[in-house]
């Protein structure tokens, strides 16, 4: 490509991932995605991408280009042309939104109070529909991630340090969230593992659940999630004592084909009697499977099905998305050292999200969201729906803004 006169800038497209921290503490974060389109260094950015996809559709029409660059060009004109449509069509909104802001001014101006408040209403629409042309635009630009249209591991723990009763009750009101999420978006739940505690809670338990982008909207509900309540029953409830325990939620990605040796030889097999919630079998016959990975002690259950061979083989598929997530998180670490895991040590400081109950609020620390009405939430609908979907759309911030630091370091430093 040098040979016509044009080459391009490194782009977001040929980053293969990026590694969000949701660290605010330590530079500006962009509140939502329009906020970010009118900052300059992306508006600059963008023009040269258009300018870029202008260029390639120009060289397109070359007859001098031999096979090789022909397809080259094709590929990159094909990731640019969205890129640019998108970034038009918000032009072109953000013409109409400064048009009616003017018209804003002048009803003002005249006291024309019933035509201001209509194009009041119409401006909040036309704002809107920015937002979701700016997110689709963000979207676009921060490449996907290798995993995010896997199907998923999901484990849930209850709290061994703190909480007592309040962690098991919540851990079991927790998975039942994330199965009802499952049943919202029309995802297949399988429950693997399932240890109930004695007083009706749940100690722990793992499901597998598939469907379109399982991994993309689960990715970040892993870590430690703390609960503020007081007690239904005991001295607490009585004195209106508010308990505090936590619980840890684990989201492995399971990719179709996990090219992971395992020796028979480094592996314990147990079987056991199910412990799950009902059945006809349960308590009857030694049908659940319990295995461990000698090298790593990594151990893993399975007590879904009532044939002890199926449990064998589903525990069996767990323990490799284990062992490839190690060597998944072993890389990343190399790369960002600073990376934590998503269990962490279970301590209350890293909390990921607080479910107080006696203020009825739900507070994602991640990224400052608050949102009422916990119930909601642990209906596991639109409500749980609409938290995940900030911390996609601040994620895609975070990855933007990164980005373009780091290509203003770069530039600056003369590279």
Known sequence: LHNHGFWRPKSLLDTARFTLSFNSRHRKIHQDSQALWK???????????????????????????????????????????????????????????????AMCRELDRRDEKQLLELALEEKETLDEKMNLLCRKLFQLLVPKEKYDRCPVILEVTAGRTTGGDIC????????????????????????????????????????????????????????????QRIPETGMSSRMQRIHTGTMSVIVLPQPEEVDIKVDPKDLRIDTFRAKGAGGQHVNKTDSAVRIVHLPTGLAVECQQERSQQLNK???????????????????????????????????QSERIRTYNFTQ?????????????????????????????????????????????????ASEGGGC
């Open 313 to 347: 083989e589903i525990a069996l598929r767990t323990l490799r998305a284990k062992l490839y997530q190690q060597i998944v998180e072993k890389q990343l670490s190399q790369e960002q050292s600073a990376r934590k895991l998503q269990l962490g040590t279970r301590a």
């Open 168 to 227: 098991q009750q919540f851990t079991k009101e927790m998975f039942e969230m994330y199965q009802n999420y499952a049943d919202y978006k029309r995802w297949t739940f399988d429950i693997v593992n399932y240890t109930p505690a004695e007083i009706g809670g749940l100690h722990h338990a793992a499901a597998h659940i598939s469907g379109e982008d399982v991994y993309r909207h689960l990715k970040y509900e892993g870590g430690t999630h703390r609960v």
């Open 39 to 101: 900052h300059e260094a992306v508006q600059k950015y963008l023009e040269t991408l258009s300018k870029e996809y202008h260029q390639v559709s120009h060289l397109l029409n070359a007859d001098s280009l031999n096979d090789f660059e022909q397809r080259t060009l094709r590929r990159r004109c094909a990731d640019l042309s969205p890129i640019a449509a998108a970034f038009q069509e918000i032009k072109e909104a953000e013409k109409e939104v400064q048009e009616l802001e």
């Open 360 to 408: 009825d609020r739900v507070t994602d620390h991640r990224i400052s969201y608050e949102a009422r009405n916990i119930k909601e939430i642990l209906c596991g609908k639109e409500a749980l729906d609409k938290l995940i979907n900030r911390l996609l759309e601040f994620a895609e911030i975070e990855a933007v803004t990164e980005y373009l630091e780091n290509l203003q």
